[in-house]
């Protein structure tokens, strides 16, 4: 049997929110040049419900996994559309094809 005290080391998938300061583009415009964004650390992302920055490790993490869900997202809505065009090519196959030549 394992132990586990202390504080919570699971990865819960947080409630993040676009960063009002960059707007998500994780620089803001400086005199001369973009500057990374102080208020999310230049990710763009800020905590939900603190408005705050999240440490960058817990940030990586969190941006690791919204990747994950929305990688496997995208690989799941290609495949139906995939299958859907394949479907779609074999119902034209059957579609015209036969003559116009009625006999009369
Ligand atoms: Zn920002």
């Not at 504080?7 to 009002?20: A, D, I, N, Q, T």
């Not at 001369?32 to 440490?55: M, R, Y």
């Not at 990747?67 to 479907?87: C, D, F």
Request: a positive charge; hydrophobic letters at 30%.
């Amino acid at each position: 049997m394992k132990k586990n005290h202390g504080p919570s080391f699971r990865r819960e998938l947080k409630p993040l929110m676009v960063c009002g300061t960059c707007r998500g583009a994780t620089v803001t415009p400086g005199v001369f040049h973009q500057i990374d964004c102080f208020k999310c650390n230049a990710s763009g992302w800020v905590c939900a419900e603190t408005g705050e920055a999240l440490p960058v490790e817990v940030m990586v993490q969190q941006l690791s996994m919204r990747l994950r869900n929305v990688t496997a997202e995208l690989s799941r809505s290609r495949l139906s559309i995939g299958g859907a065009h394949e479907q779609y090519e074999q119902n034209n196959r059957l579609g015209p094809g036969g003559s116009n030549y009625t006999g009369d």
